[in-house]
């Protein structure tokens, strides 16, 4: 029980940091999670034992796992250990942790061979190809993007995209779930002499 206690323990430090990071009040953390006030204080401080009914919750409003709660290094920065998921073929990696603005992800994204199958939703998506050839449907458009290529699209608009080979495609995606996009700076003007 010792290791559990010790475990345990490290929790409410790392639930204080990582609302701090997200700059996030105890109130608003509340407000999303259904946890009062007073129980995310005395989670916080150590006051209370943690227990999976209360961290789901927390760890879903933050956007990390349980083992980013309960399994983190002795620093409380969640992150350092970046945890691939993998669904339908897919590996994801999270590149950001907090739960509002634009997200970043690194996707691995196998080769694919049944149909083209568009879907719809809210936000804003802006794919750049790191390495493989990625093939993008974009409503009635078809295109095939190699490494060092970007496209960027309103995701309410149908899309669909997969490796274009038979090797998989690495993408470094930014989403914003609300519609946030990007902003890319200009060059500055040439000084002329």
Same mark, same amino acid.
């Given at each position: 029980?010792?290791?559990?206690?010790? +475990?345990?323990?490290?929790?409410?430090?790392?639930?204080?940091?990582?609302?701090?990071?997200?700059?996030?009040?105890?109130?608003?953390?509340?407000? $999303?999670?259904?946890?009062? *006030?007073?129980?995310?204080?005395?989670?916080?401080?150590?006051?209370?034992?943690?227990?999976? =009914?209360?961290?789901?919750?927390?760890?879903? +409003?933050?956007?990390?796992?349980?083992?980013?709660? @309960?399994? +983190?290094?002795?620093?409380? #920065?969640?992150?350092?250990?970046?945890?691939? $998921?993998?669904?339908?073929?897919t590996t994801r990696v999270a590149l950001t942790r907090r739960t509002e603005g634009i997200?970043?992800?690194?996707?691995?994204?196998?080769?694919?061979?049944?149909?083209?199958?568009?879907?719809?939703?809210?936000? !804003?998506?802006?794919? !750049?190809?790191?390495?493989?050839?990625?093939?993008?449907?974009?409503?009635?458009? #078809?295109? *095939?993007?190699?490494?060092?290529?970007?496209?960027? /699209?309103d995701t309410r608009v149908p899309h669909w995209f997969a490796s274009a080979d038979d090797?998989?495609?690495? $993408?470094? +995606?930014? /989403?914003?779930?609300?519609?946030?996009?990007?902003? @890319?700076?200009?060059?500055?003007?040439?000084? =002329?002499?």
């Amino acid at each position: 029980m010792d290791d559990l206690d010790q +475990a345990l323990a490290t929790v409410g430090p790392r639930l204080r940091s990582l609302r701090h990071e997200r700059e996030t009040t105890l109130a608003a953390l509340s407000e $999303v999670t259904g946890i009062s *006030v007073s129980t995310l204080s005395r989670l916080e401080s150590g006051a209370r034992r943690p227990t999976l =009914e209360l961290l789901l919750p927390i760890a879903r +409003a933050h956007g990390v796992t349980l083992d980013d709660l @309960v399994d +983190a290094p002795p620093t409380g #920065d969640p992150r350092v250990h970046l945890r691939p $998921v993998t669904e339908h073929g897919t590996t994801r990696v999270a590149l950001t942790r907090r739960t509002e603005g634009i997200q970043a992800y690194k996707l691995i994204i196998p080769p694919h061979d049944g149909p083209v199958e568009q879907r719809t939703h809210e936000g !804003y998506d802006w794919l !750049y190809v790191l390495d493989g050839r990625l093939r993008l449907v974009l409503a009635d458009q #078809d295109l *095939v993007m190699s490494a060092g290529e970007v496209a960027e /699209f309103d995701t309410r608009v149908p899309h669909w995209f997969a490796s274009a080979d038979d090797e998989p495609v690495e $993408v470094l +995606a930014l /989403f914003g779930k609300q519609g946030e996009r990007a902003h @890319v700076r200009a060059r500055p003007r040439r000084r =002329e002499d």
